[in-house]
């Protein structure tokens, strides 16, 4: 276990060397992303300008809600998507035997050895937006109320690396499973609105069986002092327990995809 | 010989959806529950000694693959026991790791757009090895292979035969007990098979390092492992010395005569008369004793023989051939 520690740092420090290699093209998609962002969050501050609120919600708090899900989503990101998205191709190409054969978990070397700096941009993005955001919103700060912040933040990343685990877990048993990121990639566009605005199955769905509801509408309502639908006064230490229980079921679930493992042949 | 790899009764079968033919065969296999098992591995029984070089062997599709995945602990048997180095390699898949070392010859372990030596660093945290061991060995592997001129070049810099030695040398930095090659000779070119060979073969006389190769590749086989398992469809259809096929089988050497005219029908007792097209004859010689020299000696001198071409059997000829004689050979 110590010795796993020990290797993880390391696997990072490949990764990056080997981004390095091709400067170019990691820094034209950095700047890519930055207009993809920038272009999403103008569209929905246009929107929430022209009509003053939405769900209740002016501007600077969507600013925050926004920011929420993508510091959240970032942290938990760099950690899963890009490498669990490739799952199905480790498998079909039988790359993954050659990670069973390693006495290291399968699991941390596919998400160090992948560990994402291209997130530095969302994060700078995110902090920034949400510095701002801060600014403009009558929060009354205590040490209590900054600890909730970090912990639902820490909750929602891992809420987002226990989800794109899943969905790449499923490709050890159906070997595809990229199309499953569409189902998620839809919540997760939901997630970036007040969930109120939604209709209650939405809502319902949001808070269970697709939590992207805690990513970040409801730490920051908790924060706002907003009405949380279907969790009231529950919604704050839900918020905190979210990722960790996705996390748990996200493990239980790993093992059962590698308990089924088969290859993809040859 | 103590048995370090023991297999019993070992039998993998993968459960697969029913597949139907043609488009409306497709949006039926969406709807249908029904599914086809494909038996890859079928009640293997054997047991490997320490310090063995054996090849396991067999056409395409005949469970090489699926056995060193279930000994390397990468898939569970379905049936059966299957013991390596005294554990059950996918429930200790992690312990049983630091003790063997695996060779893929179709995929790298080694990180394309880094230098050979940061995995092979990478490779030394993973597996824990001491620093000073892990010099000595470093050392001595590139010695042996001849890395050190591309020990800092990228590996996607490298030839396939580099790139080749490479992983094994890395699969035996930790000092495994076990080496694992699935077809590790598989689109290399005449050279680096050859120095491939030699490295396997001295690792398993000098350092004690137990073999099993799969390969498609009798060569393989006759230059590094003395034993061969030799599987198709699943089942075991020989496991003993190579000798012992040789012996059965060899004789099938297949020798082509090239005169410089058609010397009319010859008819030999050492060889047996395959196909005449005139002035080139092919003959199947069947006896192992039987050489080169005896048929030439027999044929003589006067038939105008322009040149000569002796073959021995490629790995699907053997196979081919000791399915026909395969109730003689089965070990008892």
Redesign the interface.
Known sequence: MVATLRVLPFLVHMHVRSMMEYRGGMILGWVAMAFSYASVYTAIALIVLRFEQIGGWNWAEVALLLAFHLLGYSLGASFSFVQFRVMEDLVQRGNFDTLLVKPISPWAYIAFSGFNIGYVGHVVLAVGLMGWALSQTAVEWTLGLALYLLGALASSAMITAAILTMVGATALVWVRSRHLYWIYFGFWELARYPLNIFPAVIQAVMVTVMPLAFMSYVPVAVLLGKQVPLLGASAGPLALLAGPVTVLVAMAYWRFCMRNYQGAGG | MQSIIKAEGVTKR?RQPKRYSGLAGSIKGLLSREFTEVRAVEDISFAIGAGEAVGYLGPNGAGK?TMI?MM?????PTNGSLAVLGRTPHAE???N??E?G?V?G????L????PVR?SF??HR????IPERRYRDNLEHLCAMLGMDAYLDR?VRQLSLGQRMRAEIAMALLHDPKILFLDEPTIGLDVVAKDAVRKFLSEVNRERGVTIILTTHDLQDIEEICPRLIMVDDGKLLFDGELKRLRSALGARRRLTLDFATDPGPITLSTARLVSDDGASKHFLIENEETSLVDVLTELGNGHGLKDVALDEPDIEEVIRTFYQQRPVLVPQ
């Open positions: 993968f693959s995945k390397t602990g990468i898939l569970v898949r992690m312990t790791a630091r063997i695996v893929f179709q995929r790298s372990q990180w394309w757009d880094l940061d660093d990478l945290r993973i597996y824990d990228p």
